[in-house]
């Protein structure tokens, strides 16, 4: 996947391809890396409630949760914001 306007980008494996009569064609992709949501329980909002990445709580949440998966893997696995 490529977002244009960022210039930024995420490693996939490509699933399939197809070609749509308007002769644009689409790959659908699996990430390479493993996808990680953060978040915290508030039994008000229904349960578990994600955090965004620009939530200012991430910048409180994130160093510890980065620092658990690396005492946890060491370099076998990171995490990246």
């Known amino acids: 996947f490529v977002d244009p306007e960022t210039n930024s980008f995420?490693?996939?494996y490509?699933?399939?391809i197809v070609t749509l009569p308007?002769?644009?064609t689409y790959t659908v992709g699996e990430?390479?890396?493993y996808a990680v949501a953060l978040g915290y329980v508030d039994e008000?909002?229904?349960g578990l409630v994600p955090l965004e990445l620009d939530d200012p709580?991430?910048?409180d949440?994130?160093?510890v949760a980065e620092l658990i998966i690396e005492?946890?893997?060491g370099e076998e696995l990171s995490l990246q914001r």
């Open 61 to 63: 949440v994130f160093p």
């Open 44 to 46: 008000r909002e229904g």
């Open 57 to 59: 709580m991430m910048d």
């Open 10 to 12: 995420i490693d996939c």
């Open 71 to 73: 005492e946890e893997f």
């Open 14 to 16: 490509a699933d399939s």
């Open 22 to 24: 308007d002769g644009i």
């Open 31 to 33: 990430p390479c890396d």
